[in-house]
């Protein structure tokens, strides 16, 4: 089987292609294809195709209805690599990459663009930099050189791997899309909001949610604009600083209960009311953007949709098909396992050995029983939180886990000092200068007037909406500390996707959502067991892969269902 080829489509319709040697050179004559899906489906000896970019390539080919088992994405191993030399935020274009390579000026990235209901097109606006197969050969050829350079090249080269894995599987579900059933979408909406108004207005609970505000306040009030709220309480001598409702609701005064239920309502409305129906549900399916690595720890985010953010109760319009099933898995524990698994603490890891609850077996050993001081006591030390009883409860668990809570201390210290930061396999923090809000969901810090997530969010949402300041050192520090978690268990979940992709790609079953500790396949009935077992199969291989020989086990609870919501 010849290891791998280079690919790069043309603007006809057709493909220049070549074979690659084992020093990421041409090792054959460019050949020209008159058509890209052709150039591929009559080459299956080709065990990777290497090209510029996923987004730009794969869904052309899944639309022509071939399926690449593996690839090499150049600029997203760009972006990998830069971020490891602490050049985070350079050009990552494979143009920028070869004019870097021969000196010359180096060009900036294309704008990237929303992304448009119901579009399968590729995440960059066509006017990307085309570059010639010969080129490409030799900006990858470079990067496999630059990988020899990293502190670890084994790793680093099992993170480029995986990460274009990763894009693979989201191109895969961006094309399948998620099962949504628009009449129970409706349904919902017309239980919770009422009906709906001519012109667009408000529907009718939220016009009577409205007006009980009002009528609390004694004169008119827009519960929607927080400014007018916060004079309205002001006025009746009660002074808030935010509408939030953990802020709120401890507030003595009529017009609370109405003003919590109306912002409940409000951002069902606005986020997945009907104008969101009518715009990104077509044919029972749908489909977010899915856009791997989309955050500096590289977790994944989706370009529109809101797809990592579907409230609890917009989950009951998440419906198999007939005869099929949603098989859905949550990672247990996922961080503290991680944690285990990087600091390699004897301890912590003889208790992430176990499927049963860490956080019971934690508090058996280190807080009296006392599981809810267990659970905040591991999230204190890896989101930073080291104050007052976070304090207390840091000591406890050093005690029992010395070397879990040192690499985590390790890592923060390094963050207040301006040094980086890696994951296992080595993802790189941004330096510091350059890490500011961008740095972003992962941090967990609250800014005081960020708006409070929506219901049933996810884990893969805590701290959406904060940030911190790069100069203040401190907070830098809590980021990192939280970087080489998250970002550990990223890489660990993107080899995780590429497994179970090739576990089931026999089946007709379907990869169709992720968000960080979970995972969503869409199969027949009948293949449910398959698929139970092949996530769990899959769970154990990336394990191994991503953190070698280690007693941690990285269980999920599984449910098979025919709709979303009654998986929790």
Same mark, same amino acid.
């Given at each position: ?59 052309? %080919? ?8 593996? =690839? ?50 590729? %995440? ?82 939220l016009a009577e949610l409205a007006d009980e505000v009002s009528a609390a306040f004694g004169r008119r009030v827009r519960p929607d604009l927080p400014a007018d709220v916060i004079k309205a309480f002001a006025q009746a001598g009660i002074k808030v600083r935010s509408t939030r409702r953990w802020e709120i609701e401890s507030v003595d005064h009529p017009a609370v209960k109405p003003l919590i239920e109306y912002k409940k309502l409000y951002r069902i409305w606005v986020a997945h009311g009907w104008s969101w129906l009518q715009d990104w549900v077509r044919d029972g399916r749908f489909r977010p953007e899915f856009l791997a ?31 099929? $099933? ?98 296992? %396999?080595?993802?790189? =923090? ?47 520090? $809590? ?24 576990? =089931? ?17 869409? =199969? ?45």
């Amino acid at each position: 089987m010849t290891e791998r080829w280079a690919l790069a489509p043309a603007e006809d319709g057709g493909a220049e292609v070549a074979p690659l040697g084992p020093d990421g050179l041409l090792a054959g004559p460019v050949r020209r294809e008159p058509d890209l899906a052709g150039a591929v489906r009559g080459r299956a000896e080709v065990a990777r195709w290497v090209w510029r970019s996923t987004a730009e390539v794969y869904p052309m %080919l899944l639309a022509a209805g071939v399926r690449v088992e593996r =690839c090499y994405d150049i600029e997203d191993a760009e972006t990998l690599l830069l971020g490891h030399e602490g050049r985070y935020g350079e050009p990552r274009s494979a143009a920028a990459a070869l004019a870097r390579l021969r000196g010359g000026p180096v060009p900036s990235d294309p704008p990237q663009r929303a992304a448009e209901p119901g579009s399968q097109s590729p %995440l960059f606006e066509p006017q990307a930099v085309h570059v010639p197969l010969t080129d490409l050969a030799e900006v990858y050829a470079e990067q496999q050189r630059r990988h020899d350079r990293t502190a670890h090249p084994d790793r680093m080269r099992l993170l480029t791997a995986a990460e274009s894995a990763g894009m693979l599987v989201a191109a895969e579900m961006n094309r399948s899309g998620l099962p949504w059933s628009a009449d129970v979408h409706r349904a919902l909406l017309h239980e919770m909001l009422g009906e709906r108004y001519a012109g667009g207005g408000e529907p009718r609970r939220l016009a009577e949610l409205a007006d009980e505000v009002s009528a609390a306040f004694g004169r008119r009030v827009r519960p929607d604009l927080p400014a007018d709220v916060i004079k309205a309480f002001a006025q009746a001598g009660i002074k808030v600083r935010s509408t939030r409702r953990w802020e709120i609701e401890s507030v003595d005064h009529p017009a609370v209960k109405p003003l919590i239920e109306y912002k409940k309502l409000y951002r069902i409305w606005v986020a997945h009311g009907w104008s969101w129906l009518q715009d990104w549900v077509r044919d029972g399916r749908f489909r977010p953007e899915f856009l791997a690595g989309g955050t500096v720890t590289g977790r994944w985010v989706t370009n529109g949709g809101g797809g990592l953010q579907i409230p609890k109760v917009i989950r009951r319009a998440v419906v198999a098909d007939p005869g099929w $099933r949603l098989v859905v898995a949550d990672a247990d524990q996922m961080e503290p396992r991680v944690l285990a698994a990087i600091s390699r603490d004897p301890g912590l890891m003889e208790v992430a050995g176990r499927e049963s609850d860490l956080y019971q077996s934690v508090s058996d050993r280190a807080f009296s029983g006392d599981r809810a001081q267990a659970k905040l006591a591991v999230l204190g030390a890896v989101y930073g939180q080291t104050s007052g009883d976070g304090l207390k409860n840091l000591a406890a668990l050093r005690r029992r886990f010395p070397k879990a809570v040192a690499y985590v201390d390790d890592a923060a210290r390094a963050g207040e000092e301006g040094r980086l930061v890696r994951t296992w %396999l080595g993802r790189t =923090c941004p330096p510091a200068a350059g890490a500011a809000a961008d740095a972003d969901e992962e941090a967990g810090i609250p800014i005081p007037d960020a708006d409070e997530p929506a219901e049933g969010s996810g884990s893969q949402d805590w701290g959406r909406g904060y940030g911190y300041a790069s100069t203040n050192a401190r907070a830098r520090g $809590r980021f990192a500390r939280n970087f080489v978690v998250q970002g550990s268990a990223a890489d660990w979940t993107l080899l995780l996707l590429a497994a179970l992709r090739q576990s =089931c790609a026999g089946l007709a079953a379907e990869l169709v959502f992720f968000q960080h500790d979970e995972v969503i396949v869409h =199969c027949p009935q009948e293949e449910a067991d398959a698929v139970v077992t092949a996530i769990r199969d899959a769970a154990e291989l990336a394990g191994r892969l991503t953190f070698g020989q280690t007693p941690v086990r990285f269980p999920f609870t599984t449910a098979v269902v025919e709709c979303y919501a009654d998986a929790k």
